[in-house]
């Protein structure tokens, strides 16, 4: 089972230089509001590809009053030995994102080929009643744990979009070009509606034998985006898409609908506290369901978690994570955490 255990910071946020060496199972972080808890777990998701867990840009990573550049990197212990993987930005070149493993260069889009990762936020409680453009990165994290090559075709389908944008922007547009970009969008956006499509039917099934308990039970399904005859479509809509500069029509419309399945209520309208249970569900599920299909367990990053759980709850998620991989979880407070038993516990701010 692969883990972090050593991670080492520089320029990253509040650290100037810090280093942590973490066990495979709990590692949880206590300290003061602004000891930089939630500023390690954002370096850990940098070892994702994306835009980590705040989903900032490079330039506000790097340490105010740094040299102007950051990196974040990472040894990965397992039954196969370690890996070094390393992420960051230069001060020449701020917001280029650079990725190492083992030293060499690599594509971000490579990482997921090494470690899963995914979290859970306090900004993350207004996923249901927000724009859908998060849940459809909520979903797509999802995804990527499961089909590492899924970032590569969100990225070349967004590309594609782009450029489809700033063509039908000009007075007369190539249409061969605008075609070329159209198949592109469609190639890319049939592999992205498939992925996501078995991602939610899978965790659909793991939810549903769930057993009723302390957290919500969530019924997921995907509105719109559909990518059938997407080329079609999209050639048909240049006059309507060039008055709305931007495309209507693809999986960058889709939404993540998520439904309390014990009282058929949609998450929107379901209080804070059954909000939280569902994504803790979901999280969960998902956990377990890339452990199953890929045989690694994900890193999982719970930011203040245990905080808005009651005792009830909190003590169900630590017995559901015990022995389930490597789970990095922060709080003001050590007492919140009594009920894990064996973990590696670092102070920030002492």
């Not at 992420?87 to 280029?96: D, K, L």
Request: with cysteine; aromatic share 4%; charged share 20%.
């Amino acid at each position: 089972m692969v883990h972090v255990s050593r991670l080492s910071l520089v320029d990253f946020r509040s650290y100037a230089d810090a280093s942590f060496a973490a066990g495979p199972g709990f590692v949880v972080l206590t300290g003061e509001n602004g000891t930089g808890k939630t500023n390690a777990l954002e370096a850990l998701s940098l070892l994702a590809p994306g835009r980590g867990l705040r989903g900032a840009s490079l330039g506000e990573m790097a340490r105010i009053g740094g040299a102007g550049g950051f990196a974040v990197a990472a040894r990965l212990a397992g039954d196969d030995g370690e890996v070094d993987i390393g992420t960051g930005a230069s001060a020449s070149a701020p917001e280029r994102r650079q990725v190492r493993i083992n030293g060499a260069a690599a594509a971000a889009t490579s990482l997921a080929e090494w470690l899963p990762v995914t979290w859970l936020t306090p900004a993350m409680d207004r996923l249901f009643v927000e724009a859908a453009s998060g849940r459809r990165r909520f979903l797509d994290r999802l995804v990527l744990a499961l089909k590492p090559d899924h970032g590569a075709h969100v990225a070349r389908y967004e590309a594609a979009m782009r450029g489809r944008n700033k063509l039908l922007a000009e007075e007369r547009p190539d249409p061969h070009w605008l075609a070329a970009l159209e198949a592109r969008m469609a190639e890319h956006g049939a592999a992205i509606a498939a992925a996501r499509a078995n991602a939610l039917a899978a965790l659909g099934e793991r939810l549903a034998a769930m057993p009723e308990g302390p957290f919500a039970r969530p019924a997921l399904s995907l509105e719109g985006g559909a990518a059938d005859g997407l080329a079609e479509r999209l050639a048909a809509g240049r006059a309507r898409d060039a008055a709305a500069g931007r495309a209507l029509a693809g999986p960058h419309r889709a939404d993540l609908v998520v439904v309390h399945a014990g009282i058929g209520r949609p998450a929107a309208l379901c209080s804070t506290g059954e909000q939280k249970a569902l994504l803790i569900s979901i999280v969960l599920a998902h956990a377990d369901l890339v452990a199953e299909r890929t045989g690694r367990r994900p890193l999982l990053l719970l930011d203040e978690v245990a905080a808005h759980l009651d005792p009830v709850r909190r003590a169900a998620l630590f017995a559901r994570l015990e022995g389930r991989g490597q789970v990095w979880m922060t709080g003001t407070e050590p007492a919140l955490f009594d009920g894990i038993g064996a973990a590696t516990r670092i102070a920030l701010g002492g």
